[in-house]
T-cell receptor, first 112, second 113 residues
Framework: DTAVSQTPKYLVTQMGNDKSIKCEQN?????MYWYKQDSKKFLKIMFS???????INETVPNRFSPKSPDKAHLNLHINSLELGDSAVYFC???????????FGSGTRLTVV | GENVEQHPSTLSVQEGDSAVIKCTYS??????FPWYKQELGKGPQLIID?????GEKKDQRIAVTLNKTAKHFSLHITETQPEDSAVYFC????????????FGTGTSLTVIP
């Protein structure tokens, strides 16, 4: 009964490849997010969707494209992977009304 | 936009001592301040939060204080235990639906047995 689940947990791939990370939440939350955590642990927001609508799109290369087929899912597709994309990517969800995020366990992406 | 600063970046304490982590924020519209604990290999977990209409909140060994005038808030952990060792993040947000959290840069806490 995992609340926010991401797959895969680990992803090792070569430069130039295209990969996707999937996220699903079973909490009934309205808003979902993608965060990137670099090697210094800094959490940087990438995207946010509210009821399948994109509401936050930070300065992220357009090689990154989020897709939300329904409000329980927010997937992240990355084209032409680069070495600098190596990081841990976290999906999170939030219920409106000011409660905190629930994070997934992260996807460690390593580009070689 | 909001800017959240967090100090210290690393903190080591002896088991049983207290630990304090401090954050400041810049946007007076922020009214919700959660704290997260991230253990190795896991996602951040919400441990306590406070809203701007409250000055202090406590949950067992963890407490958070908020000074709206000075725009700073702090996490206090008493009687620390080795399992408290983790990276702690503060964040600031408005409570509006969809609004993002602005995270601090994290504090790596080590509790020495």
């Amino acid at each position: 009964d995992t609340a926010v689940s991401q797959t895969p947990k680990y992803l090792v791939t070569q430069m130039g490849n295209d990969k996707s990370i999937k996220c699903e939440q079973n909490l009934g939350h309205d808003t979902m997010y993608w965060y990137k955590q670099d090697s210094k642990k800094f959490l940087k927001i990438m995207f946010s969707y509210n009821n399948k609508e994109l509401i936050i799109n930070e300065t992220v290369p357009n090689r990154f494209s989020p897709k939300s087929p329904d409000k329980a899912h927010l997937n992240l597709h990355i084209n032409s992977l680069e070495l600098g994309d190596s990081a841990v990517y976290f999906c999170a969800s939030r219920l409106g009304g000011g409660k905190g995020y629930t994070f997934g366990s992260g996807t460690r992406l390593t580009v070689v | 936009g909001e800017n959240v600063e967090q100090h210290p970046s690393t903190l080591s304490v002896q088991e049983g001592d207290s630990a304090v982590i401090k954050c400041t924020y810049s946007d007076s519209a922020s009214n919700y301040f959660p704290w997260y604990k991230q253990e190795l290999g896991k996602g951040p977990q919400l441990i306590i939060d406070i809203r701007s209409n409250v000055g202090e909140k406590k949950d067992q060994r963890i407490a958070v204080t908020l000074n709206k005038t000075a725009k700073h808030f702090s996490l206090h952990i008493t009687e620390t235990q080795p399992e408290d060792s983790a990276v702690y993040f503060c964040a600031a947000s408005t409570a509006d639906t969809g609004n993002q959290f602005y995270f601090g840069t994290g504090t790596s806490l080590t509790v020495i047995p």
